[in-house]
């Protein structure tokens, strides 16, 4: 009989959002991975539940709670990197409170270390990768040796198994079980969505870009899409569901820009109706005016570009492999269609210097954009920065719960050229000089006014760290 499966989903808005300027933008949606994970299990009549400690006030209780009542067999954690800790802790209370139970992680994390994540916690066993058709094979009590993907630990010490190749077939996957969730405990902030509850999707995996500073020890650099056919499938499943808005979690959703235009085309003949967004970033050489409009047509209110640093030869050093002039036409394309534009900037990026950081935050003023958002550059495992950085000496720590992209990286490592007070400081400037503007302050009034958002909008005005 297949081992019952309980999913946990560690708590983390207050490790990761509590002391961030960008505290009042946390997302309330119920978690992607989770859920895409539970369908293959239901798929194979594993009897699953999913545990989102996020939407609880005591995240430990109903742990306990969930496991006494529950009694799961086999229990997986996803987890990121500044997650360790937490993800350490759950796994030691799922220990004391079922003993026999087998406990399984996975995420980038894992994936990027997973010989040291076993070694250092409860775990019992790691995915290395996409787990999808992986788990199932565990919960049915396949014998680990002949299951790939896996790290495990056995008394000889810890064992991994061959790798094979990423899911090839996305068509193939189950539909995700947002069933589990109960989707009407989710809210995001109203300037963040125009319609709750917004739920993830995925069209595709994989970017085939190299950015210095991106892992991609889960889903590689292989494109792997969805076919239009069943993107549509799936947003129809969501909005059945209840889901009122739809955000786009992909690595890159614009690689093949003919098939997004095929998704538009198919939502507008289809007369779908929903507000719909690209949260995750897309990249700024990838798209044309028609797209644009067609997305816009189709129900795109807002998309997020990476654009990262206002330096031509930083956005270099980094293997972004785009330029100034393309971030330009792209938020003037999509102005032109009507969408919102919101700007991803990345600072203490290799190379940086308060110059360049100072044209970061001049790009992201005259890009006059909705919205943008600035993170401090941070060497996640398995990533081209942190290699370098670790074999040049300069990583201070290995504490992860403070590789977090939204505070400052002080004791994190040495950049080759700025202080961390300088970074703080620009990091602050950033903010202030965008979000404080006249002008910005002016038309976000009146959009708030006209969207009936001013009394929430003004709250976290004030709620924000300035």
Same mark, same amino acid.
Request: charged share 20%.
């Given at each position: 009989?297949?081992?019952? /499966?309980?999913?946990? %989903? ?6 990761? +959002? ?6 009042? !933008? ?12 539970? *369908? ?7 009897? /699953?539940? %999913? ?25 997986? &954690?996803?987890? /990121? ?24 992680? !996975? ?9 040291? /994540? ?9 995915? &290395? ?33 061959? @790798? ?40 595709? @995996? !994989? ?5 210095? +500073? ?57 007369? #779908? ?25 189709? *129900? ?13 030869? %930083? ?6 492999? &785009?330029?100034? $002039?393309?971030?330009?036409?792209? =938020? ?53 920065? +942190? ?17 977090? #992209? ?16 300088? =970074?703080?400081?620009?990091?602050? @400037? ?21 969207? $009936?958002? #001013?009394?929430?909008?003004?709250? +976290? ?6």
């Amino acid at each position: 009989m297949p081992l019952r /499966t309980l999913l946990i %989903i560690p708590s983390f808005n207050e490790l990761i +959002y509590r002391r961030s300027k960008v505290k009042a !933008g946390v997302p309330g949606s119920p978690p992607a991975a989770p859920a895409v994970l539970a *369908g293959q299990l239901l798929a194979e009549n594993i009897e /699953t539940r %999913i545990l989102d400690l996020n939407i609880h006030n005591a995240p430990i209780l109903e742990l306990q709670r969930v496991i006494g009542e529950f009694k799961p067999k086999l229990v997986g &954690i996803t987890f /990121t990197t500044p997650l360790f800790a937490t993800m350490k802790e759950i796994a030691e209370n799922v220990r004391n409170l079922s003993p026999s139970a087998i406990i399984i992680g !996975g995420g980038p994390h894992a994936s990027a270390m997973p010989q040291e /994540t076993l070694a250092s916690t409860e775990l019992d066993i790691v995915v &290395i990768g996409e787990g999808d058709f992986i788990l199932p094979l565990v919960a049915k009590g396949s014998p680990l040796d002949q299951i790939p993907n896996l790290a495990y630990k056995t008394t000889d010490g810890i064992k991994i198994t061959p @790798r094979t190749d990423f899911v090839r077939e996305m068509d193939s996957l189950a539909f995700p079980a947002w069933q589990l969730y109960d989707i009407q405990k989710y809210r995001s902030p109203r300037f963040m969505v125009r319609n709750n509850p917004a739920g993830w999707i995925e069209t595709s @995996r !994989g970017c085939p870009f190299d950015c210095c +500073y991106c892992n991609k020890s889960v889903f590689g650099r292989t494109f792997r899409p969805k076919s239009p056919e069943h993107v549509i499938i799936d947003m129809e499943h969501m909005l059945a569901l209840g889901f009122k808005e739809l955000h786009i979690v992909d690595d890159m959703f614009t690689t093949d820009v003919d098939r997004v235009k095929n998704i538009c085309r198919m939502i507008i003949n289809k007369g #779908l109706k929903f507000t719909w967004a690209t949260v995750t970033g897309i990249r700024v050489d990838r798209g044309d005016q028609e797209m644009f409009d067609l997305m816009a047509k189709a *129900g795109c209110y807002r998309v997020y570009f990476g654009i990262e640093s206002g330096n031509q030869q %930083i956005i270099n050093n980094i293997g972004k492999d &785009i330029s100034i $002039g393309q971030v330009r036409n792209a =938020v003037r394309m999509a102005r032109t269609a009507g969408i919102e534009t919101t700007g991803f900037f990345v600072l203490a990026l290799p190379g940086d210097t308060e110059k360049t950081m100072q044209e970061t935050i001049d790009l992201a003023v005259s890009l006059d954009l909705d919205f943008a958002k600035v993170s401090i550059m941070t060497p996640l495992p398995a990533t081209r920065i +942190y290699k370098q950085l670790e074999a040049q000496g300069r990583l201070k720590t290995k504490d992860w719960t403070m590789y977090n #992209l939204y505070m400052p990286a002080n004791q994190l490592y040495v950049h080759d050229n700025l202080d961390w007070d300088k =970074v703080n400081i620009y990091f602050n @400037r950033f903010y202030r000089r965008f979000y404080l503007r006249p002008s910005f302050i002016w038309k976000r009034f009146c959009k708030s006014l006209m969207a $009936g958002t #001013l009394i929430s909008d003004i709250g +976290y005005f004030v709620h924000t760290r300035w």
